[in-house]
């Protein structure tokens, strides 16, 4: 719905850009009477909405100029210039507001681990296991709080473990 910025005037497009991403970085957003095209308050969210979501996936994703553009296409070429313009301008300060607003989720973090390798050689339903078992054990520390944090796994759910820390590593190294 960025289409609707073709109610504004250049000048215009550009401030109510600045605004939005003002808005998403946690001070005042833009209002509807601040601008002098007359959009009904369903066409007026839904520009809004479709702006921070492409300033969020633009940096989010590290998009390229062109990539944007092309996203852009049904906006006018001066109005995409507009968006373009802030998004280059203010590409930092929107990855900074994501990750803050990512961080804020939890406040843990981890303080320290340790692990360890046993093998369960019987149990009280077979005789004969010889099944390798890993302990982890994690300190996390939440605001002034330490919490030992003890996990035993078998070596499916260790390779599962594994998976999912190489994927969320992968989302981290992307953001950077």
Not at 61 to 87: F, I, K, M, P, W
Not at 123 to 140: A, E
Not at 142 to 167: F, G, H, K, Y
Request: charged content about 25%; aromatic content about 4%.
């Amino acid at each position: 719905m960025v289409s609707l910025l073709s109610g504004l005037t250049d000048t215009e497009s550009l401030t109510l850009c600045h605004r939005v991403v003002d808005g998403l970085c946690g001070r005042e957003p833009p209002h509807k009477g601040d601008y002098s095209a007359s959009w009904s308050s369903e066409e007026w969210l839904e520009l809004l909405d479709s702006l921070v979501a492409l300033f969020r996936r633009a940096v989010g994703t590290n998009s390229s100029d062109e990539e944007v553009l092309v996203g852009l296409l049904d906006a006018g070429r001066s109005h995409a210039q507009s968006v373009l313009t802030v998004l280059t301008a203010r590409r930092q300060e929107i990855r900074d507001a994501l990750l803050d607003r990512s961080n804020s989720i939890s406040s843990a973090a981890l303080q320290d681990f340790d692990w360890q390798l046993k093998l369960a050689v019987s149990s009280d339903k077979s005789s004969s296991l010889h099944t390798p078992l890993l302990s982890l054990s994690l300190d996390v520390r939440d605001n002034t709080a330490l919490q030992c944090v003890t996990i035993e796994m078998n070596r499916e759910e260790l390779n599962t473990l594994i998976s999912s820390l190489e994927a969320a590593n992968k989302v981290v190294m992307q953001l950077k």
